[in-house]
């Protein structure tokens, strides 16, 4: 897979001068360009706004703004009870934790399943493929007593215990992927120097494995840095708001207007994922295209 | 039974039957402890699940005991004008907005595919929205942009339109939505661009010179050969926007409204469960999605023995 999905560019423009005329391949390009601008719009629009006094945003059309200024951001910061360095704290203490939980839980499980043989692998392996087409609200209201009787409500327990126990079966069928394909001789050669299961694990296969706990580590980061509806239920308490949950007050408390202030915080709440997006592109487009993930 | 087990085993030499079986004890054991952690996660996840069933069959509002009241619950969904509302704004969402983003996802992914300069350049381009669509920053951004004074009526103005208040409007407010997540279709289309780049290029060279046409060669080569993949991004789609929660929720302050045209399947099982308390009618909902989902999931691929072709 990842030979094939490496960008060639020297491949890629004698392909495109092949048996295309010059209109051909302008025409191409100039509507690809359109859709990209499109696509980008939005996000444009958002930056632009972002640095825009309230008055000019919806007046202004010119994404380049004619009055531009920083206020947005340092009033923003301060604007809602907490300091939204709080929040930006909050989210990160969590999807820390939730990376460390699903590399080392997932990589665990993944490792039983792709090169440990033992009585009912097979059935737990369908078993995990079949969780993860199991819509999430099934397990909503059980979930949910069971963490209130565990006196876990307002806690970050609800989110993070289930990413130490490799409840993400999409983590697994990818780790568990790219084990199958490094070469059993390995493991073999393992055993013979005198290694058990798990130190052929974490000295063989985990370093190998290395590029799949990349887009594990990725794909957790973004999901788990978006995610709505998990800290909507269980955290009430707007000292433990995650940054999605912090920008919501901003739309209840829309009456005032503020909206430079919520595009310059909504700016600061999707930067991480442009930023983490760049720098592991490599992982992302490769594990999406190995397991199907959003 | 137990003279058969002392026939078989005084038949056969005991000593090598047995001896396998501590080494087979100890290779199990380094699997179940591998699997330690997820075995935990799935008590997690089956204990509730029977919980859920067993609770879509009482009455629950977390302060008393759960009462068993049989098929009530389903009986009332029948009945509730609501539940039917959400279920026409989820398929209705649903049923646009899959067709629609993969139909652009296939377009852009077979565009890319031609060999183009930048080619890395541009799928980070399309593909980064769809990582971004379901924060809530972008669906507060969204409703800002398709406001009653927004950009995109700003945009019609300049062509003579006067745009409605396209999230305000009932008529109007789920399109936007529908919109929303065809611009995340970037996810799809990495995966078709990799299924594209496997078809071989000889497929094409040897149909061109028996003179089919484009289109033919789409029909006749590229759907059949890429139909594997797009039916799996079939079913990945359906059954991620059958559970669609934040958009309609962000987008509504919470409310599915206006006139709940955004009143998605599970945002009506959140208000059920957790504004109203009941417990036991939102646990039946959910029984109620898995099966539909599970259905969908069935339908196709039972369709698929009929358009899905697997090369050997």
Known sequence: ?294 | MTALLERTTRARPAAPARKPAPRKRRRDRAGYVFLLPWFVGMLFTIVPFFASLYLAFTDYNLLNAPRWIGFANFREMLADPLLRQSMKVTFLYTFISVPASLAVALLVAMVLNKGIRGLAVYRAVFYLPSLLGGSVAIVILWRHIFGANGIVNDLLGWFGIHGPGWTSDPDFSLSTLILLHVWTFGSPMVIFLAGLRQIPVMYYEASAIDGASKWQQFRSITLPLLSPIIFFNLIQSLISSFQTFTQGFVMSGGTGGPADSTLFYNLYLYQQGFSQFHMGYASAMAWMLLVIIAAFTAINFLAAKYWVFYEQ
């Open chain 1, 1 to 294: 897979m990842s030979i094939v999905l490496k960008a060639r560019p020297a491949e890629d423009s004698y392909f495109e001068n092949l048996g295309n005329t010059r209109f051909v391949r302008f025409r191409r390009h100039l509507i690809l360009c359109a859709i990209g601008i499109v696509m980008m719009y939005p996000l444009a629009w958002l930056i632009s706004s972002s640095v825009k006094p309230n008055t000019l945003i919806f007046k202004d059309l010119s994404l380049w703004p004619a009055q531009f200024q920083l206020s947005n951001y340092t009033d923003g910061w301060n604007a809602l009870q907490q300091p939204f360095s709080i929040y930006l704290m909050n989210s990160l203490v969590i999807v820390v934790l939730s990376i460390i939980g699903n590399l080392l839980s997932c990589s665990l499980a993944a490792y039983g399943f792709a090169r440990l043989d033992f009585g009912g692998r097979k059935l737990f392996f369908a078993l995990m493929l079949g969780t993860m087409m199991l819509p999430g609200h099934v397990l909503l209201v059980p979930q949910y007593i069971m963490f209130s009787k565990l006196d876990w409500l307002n806690t970050y327990y609800p989110l993070l215990v289930p990413n130490f126990l490799a409840t993400n079966a999409f983590y697994i069928f990818l780790m568990v992927q790219f084990m199958r394909a490094l070469p059993r001789e390995l493991d073999d050669a393992a055993r013979i120097d005198g290694c058990g299961p798990f130190r052929t694990f974490y000295r063989i296969i985990l370093p190998l494995c290395l590029p799949a706990l990349a887009t594990t580590a990725v794909f957790t980061f973004i999901s788990v840095w978006n995610e709505f509806f998990g800290p909507l239920l269980y955290l009430t308490d707007p000292e433990l708001y995650t940054v999605p949950l912090a920008l919501r007050q901003f739309m209840d408390s829309e009456g005032q207007s503020q909206w430079g202030q919520m595009f310059a915080m909504s700016f600061v709440s999707v930067a991480p994922v442009i930023g983490f997006f760049i720098a592991g592109q490599k992982y992302l487009v490769k594990g999406i295209a190995t397991t199907g993930l959003k």
